[in-house]
């Protein structure tokens, strides 16, 4: 763990593991008759020997339900944690917290993925000047992921990201740019003026 166990962190830890953890493991043993210093080798543990009892008293829990009770519960509170977040992104304008719920999204860790919902929150931080939101923006209209494929928002997007000090944008605009008529180009750059106005 990296955490000597002279800190206030590792003590607490040697607790929980004492007084939670091995605790139940060994009324595991105690309740099925299973001799405790044996399955520890007497302070040498026969680790093959400690794995395989170890496994039963993961499978019991897993029977039991309490395993998936724990999971389901750290779901739960992970769910809550995410919407407080959002909420406090939305009630901020943070353009950093907004971009943020819509990594989360594209990304699909913590949560389920979902491209409709993170292409709507960076266009959120995209209305705060948010450089990474409107490149991500960019590469999703380019792509039509979480929206349809739209060449002229992508540079539009792109042109954006780029103004707002986001250098590696550039090489995406001028890349998008040689699929564009000067006409289309004329209109991204419209659009974008537009929404720098908003």
């Known amino acids: 763990l990296m955490v000597s166990k002279n800190t206030s962190r590792g003590r607490r830890f040697l607790k929980d593991m004492r007084n939670k953890w091995?605790?139940?493991?060994?009324?595991?043993?105690s309740k099925n008759k299973i001799n405790s210093d044996k399955v520890w080798g007497f302070g040498k543990p026969d680790v093959p020997y400690l794995l395989t009892v170890f496994e039963k008293y993961i499978n019991h829990h897993r029977k039991?339900?309490?395993?998936?009770?724990?999971?389901?519960?750290?779901?739960?509170?992970?769910?809550?944690k995410f919407e407080e977040f959002k909420n406090n992104a939305e009630q901020t304008k943070s353009?950093?917290?907004?971009?943020?719920?819509?990594?989360?999204?594209?990304?699909g860790i913590g949560i389920k993925k979902n491209l409709k919902k993170a292409y709507t929150w960076f266009k959120k931080s995209a209305y705060y000047q948010n450089a990474n939101a409107q490149y991500f923006l960019g590469m999703m209209s380019e792509g039509g992921h979480g929206t349809e494929v739209n060449k002229i928002e992508a540079y539009k997007?792109?042109?954006?990201?780029y103004s707002n000090g986001l250098s590696k944008a550039l090489k995406n605009k001028?890349?998008?740019?040689?699929?564009?008529?000067?006409?289309?180009?004329?209109?991204?750059?419209?659009?974008?003026?537009?929404?720098?106005k908003k």
């Open 174 to 196: 001028n890349n998008i740019a040689k699929s564009l008529s000067p006409t289309d180009i004329v209109e991204a750059i419209r659009r974008s003026k537009a929404w720098t």
């Open 64 to 80: 039991s339900g309490i395993a998936n009770d724990a999971v389901q519960e750290t779901k739960r509170e992970k769910f809550q």
């Open 157 to 161: 997007w792109y042109h954006l990201a």
């Open 95 to 107: 353009s950093n917290k907004l971009f943020l719920v819509g990594k989360r999204y594209f990304s």
């Open 22 to 29: 091995c605790a139940d493991f060994n009324h595991f043993l």
